[in-house]
């Protein structure tokens, strides 16, 4: 049973654009919901993460909207540059098991196109 | 600091053969994670380490087993490798300082079993 479902899987947006990648997690229990970014042949990096005690996050041009009735999470990427063409792994946990376990979406892969 | 490390970077192996994965962080983090990495499926948590002395299974645990040497090295073994365990290996470490969730992830280990 998969616990975050991860949408799109691949997206090509243009320079200057807004890349947007959304996710639902079905487990009430989790409240860290972190993204990470990974470039081909790297490790997945954290890009930014939120509780659910806010409703947005905002990082530079990365944002993260929360919507706990909804049970989703998104994130936005402002201004999106070439540079940023990753893959992009949402996540969850809950914060009061001990360990931590993420659980993460499938990925998209983001092709941002000069 | 290096961070997480990984060795080896790459490995062919035949189908029978056993090997170890090697990973050490030198952030004085408490907790270490074992993932794999498949095309479209995310990544999925193989053990977790908690912390020195302790290792748990994760979603997918089958054919493998962990150590745990010290609190620097954890170590994932492969006893008897199948072709299914054609994979990238991810390790990550975790801080256990109170509301630090952020894991660090390695640069991964290419696996492929022929």
């Known amino acids: 049973q998969q616990q975050v479902k991860q949408s799109p899987q691949s997206l090509i947006v243009q320079k200057g654009g807004i890349s947007i990648i959304n996710c639902a997690y079905e487990?009430?229990?989790?409240?860290?919901f972190p993204w990470y970014q990974q470039f081909p042949g790297k490790g997945p990096a954290l890009l930014i993460a939120i509780r659910p005690d806010v409703s947005e996050k905002k990082e530079g041009r990365f944002t993260i909207s929360f919507n706990k009735s909804a049970k989703q999470f998104s994130l936005h990427i402002m201004d999106s540059q070439p540079g940023d063409s990753a893959t992009y792994f949402c996540a969850a946990t809950p914060t009061g098991a001990g360990s931590y376990q993420l659980t993460f979406g499938k990925g998209t892969k983001l092709s941002v196109i000069p | 600091n290096a961070g997480v490390t990984q060795t080896p970077k790459f490995q062919v192996l035949k189908t029978g053969q056993s090997m170890t994965l090697q990973c050490a962080q030198d952030m004085n983090h408490n907790s270490m994670y074992w993932y794999r990495q498949d095309p479209g499926m995310g990544l999925r948590l193989i053990y977790y380490s908690a912390s020195e002395g302790t290792t748990d299974k994760g979603e997918v645990p089958n054919g493998y087993n962990v150590s745990r040497l010290n609190k620097r090295e954890f170590s994932l073994r492969l006893e008897s490798a199948a072709p299914s365990q054609t994979s990238v290996y991810f390790c990550a470490s975790r801080s256990a300082l109170a509301g630090f969730y952020e894991q660090y992830f390695g640069p991964g280990t290419r696996l492929t079993v022929t």
């Open positions: 487990n009430t229990a989790f409240d860290y």
